[in-house]
Nanobody, 124 residues
Framework: QVQLKESGGRQVQDGGSLRLSCVAS??????MTWFRQAPGKEREFVAA????????SYGESVKGRFKVSTDNARNAMYLQMNSLRPEDTAVYYC???????????????????WGQGTQVTVSS
């Protein structure tokens, strides 16, 4: 079964750190990405990485604080989130696609599969 499964979301204090995981099963992908959506807001691009891990991209609001990475042996992608702020509160979604170009560009155009999401809450 081809699926993406996120984990690691929880409540954390302002300024804290958290690492999200996304495990892919059933196939490998050209690139994987993280989006997030807060209540009443549009889905926002967070970060993306090629499956080989050689190209990364980030949304402006997380640059310098978040780090995306892959572990091919575990078919996993991670999002290390540091210096968290209350405005980072959202449901974080993992997604993947075969064509890495639109995914690294931060769009949903190349996305073929979404995970169910994991809730991150940053309290002040």
């Amino acid at each position: 079964q081809v699926q993406l499964k996120e984990s690691g979301g929880r409540q954390v204090q302002d300024g804290g750190s958290l690492r999200l995981s996304c495990v892919a099963s059933g196939r490998t992908w050209g690139a994987m990405t993280w989006f997030r959506q807060a209540p009443g807001k549009e889905r926002e691009f967070v970060a993306a990485v090629t499956w080989r891990g050689d190209i990364e991209s980030y949304g402006e609001s997380v640059k310098g604080r978040f780090k995306v990475s892959t572990d091919n042996a575990r078919n996993a992608m991670y999002l290390q989130m540091n210096s968290l702020r209350p405005e980072d509160t959202a449901v974080y979604y993992c997604a993947a696609g075969t064509d890495w170009t639109p995914i690294i560009a931060g769009t949903t155009n190349g996305v073929e599969l979404w995970g169910q999401g994991t809730q991150v809450t940053v309290s002040s």
